[in-house]
């Protein structure tokens, strides 16, 4: 069982930045991501990260976000730089304990889940 818990998300205008944190109760070297839901839209991939380094990013983040981790305190992060209206979602950090990669990259489906904490941007 992995807890993940998220924070850091905020309301911001467009071309602004935020910085996600997602907090893991445990080891957290295998494959990690966030992930986005928007209002009457399924859930999508955002960015992964493996137990390597190696990242995956959705086309539409690609060179605005990047994602990272910190080992040492499990926590997985996400810079959102150059934020976009179409960026207002609800965040959630995903994991898949037990896999050293992001099988599919971005498009992985995780086992456990954070509660997801909201991004809202503003033209």
């Known amino acids: 069982q992995v807890e993940l818990v998220e924070s850091g998300g905020g309301s911001v205008q467009a071309g602004g930045s935020l910085r996600l944190s997602c907090q893991a109760s445990?080891?957290?070297?295998?494959?990690m991501g966030w992930f986005r839901q928007a209002p009457g839209k399924e859930r999508e991939g955002v960015a992964v990260?493996?137990?390597?380094?190696?990242?995956s990013y959705a086309d539409s983040v690609s060179g605005r976000f990047t994602i990272s981790k910190d080992n040492a305190k499990d926590i997985l992060y996400l810079q959102m730089n150059d934020l976009k209206p179409e960026d207002t979602a609800m965040y959630y950090c995903?994991?898949?304990?037990?896999?050293?990669?992001?099988?599919?990259?971005?498009?992985?489906?995780?086992?456990?889940w954070g509660q997801g904490t909201q991004v809202t941007v503003s033209s």
């Open positions: 995903g994991a898949t304990p037990g896999t050293s990669y992001c099988y599919g990259g971005y498009t992985v489906k995780p086992n456990y």
């Open positions: 990260i493996d137990e390597y380094g190696s990242t």
């Open positions: 445990r080891y957290s070297r295998y494959c």
